[in-house]
């Protein structure tokens, strides 16, 4: 069974940046298709980012699309998400997650999950 682990979340500034990292535990990163999602309190889990397993296909969801960038290094066996112009509505936790679909916005087609890594912006 695949789990992830995520990392790089933190304290940031508004308008500072964060690289989060994702890597599965105990197995290879090969041909699995990623998501990054968040969940802030009270509010139901969003989809971030997707990459599929070559790297060469992403997807964005609206809010995202310009200040974050979702990437991987299949060599490295890690998923990164570099987020810029942080905002302190992004404050939430980040977990990333595999679906053996195409990627896709809906969370209910990831099977694998980590455990999240906090990220909280001030004003």
């Known amino acids: 069974q695949v789990r992830f682990v995520e990392s790089g979340g933190g304290l940031v500034q508004e308008g500072g940046s964060l690289r989060l990292s994702c890597a599965p535990s105990g197995q290879i990163f090969n041909k699995v298709n990623v998501g990054w999602f968040r969940q802030a309190p009270g509010k139901e889990r969003e989809f971030v980012a997707g990459?599929?397993?070559?790297?060469?296909?992403?997807l964005y969801g609206d809010s995202f699309r310009g200040r974050f960038t979702i990437s991987r290094n299949n060599a490295e066996n890690t998923v990164h998400l570099q987020m810029n112009s942080l905002k302190p509505e992004d404050t939430a936790i980040y977990y990333c997650?595999?679906?053996?679909?195409?990627?896709?916005?809906?969370?209910?087609?990831?099977?694998?999950w980590g455990q999240g890594t906090q990220v909280t912006v001030t004003s």
């Open positions: 997650a595999s679906t053996s679909y195409a990627i896709t916005y809906y969370s209910e087609a990831y099977t694998y």
């Open positions: 990459i599929n397993w070559t790297g060469g296909s992403t």
